[in-house]
């Protein structure tokens, strides 16, 4: 074996992996939410169980996916592909083999960045998938979405803090910039909750 050989498999390797990739995309974004005809065919070919009917709706459903098979199914079957991937390769090249090897640096390197894919594969594709069909555990966050569900969470979970039903005068009030606390008393700047100043120290 030598530097032509180990290249050559890693290239084949890695153009398989995005044949494989592509047919299972494509399978899954041709259905309707929870998955179809199309991608049942799919697990069938890589010998995956399906889940029950009601189990794909539920998640569709929870996920609010737009289309396209759930995004857990499409996971395992990823990590079956990553798998299949990871396996051929030790086949083809052994670990043993290629220590035994003086491979130049760009080989060296070609054969990591194989590897470093098939160990990010699953999450990355299931994260682009998720992004694809409307999964919303997956949609991309706008500022505006963030700040507004920071308020809401503030809003949600304000009365739960210790100092939520304390009278104070609105002409005094100062928060606690660590805690979030309002001040009680005129004049006094050590919040009484976590004892930190009132105010930042700069």
């Not at 994260?127 to 555990?137: I, L, Q």
Request: aromatic content about 6%.
């Amino acid at each position: 074996m030598n530097e032509s050989t180990v290249t050559h498999t890693i290239e084949s390797l890695d153009r398989r992996l995005d044949e494989h990739l592509e047919y299972l995309r494509a399978r899954a974004l041709s259905c309707p939410p929870g998955g179809g005809r199309a991608w049942d065919e799919a697990l069938a070919h890589y010998h995956l169980a399906a889940d029950p009917a009601h189990v794909r709706v539920e998640s569709a459903m929870k996920s609010a996916q737009r289309a396209g098979a759930t995004v857990e199914e499409f996971a395992r079957a990823l990590e079956s592909l990553a798998r299949f991937a990871g396996e051929e390769l030790d086949r083809a090249l052994p670990p043993s083999t290629l220590s035994q090897l003086s491979l130049s640096p760009p080989v060296t390197h070609r054969v990591e960045m194989f590897r470093t894919r098939l160990r990010s594969f699953v999450s990355v594709e299931r994260e682009r998938y998720g992004r694809d069909v409307g999964a919303r555990e997956h949609a991309p966050q706008t500022v505006g979405s963030s700040v507004s569900s920071v308020f809401a969470n503030a809003t949600s979970t304000a009365k739960l803090a210790p100092w939520a039903n304390i009278k104070v005068d609105p002409s005094t009030i100062m928060s606690c910039w660590t805690c979030g606390a309002p001040q009680e008393k005129p004049l006094d700047f050590k919040c009484k909750y976590c004892r930190n100043q009132m105010y930042e120290k700069r």
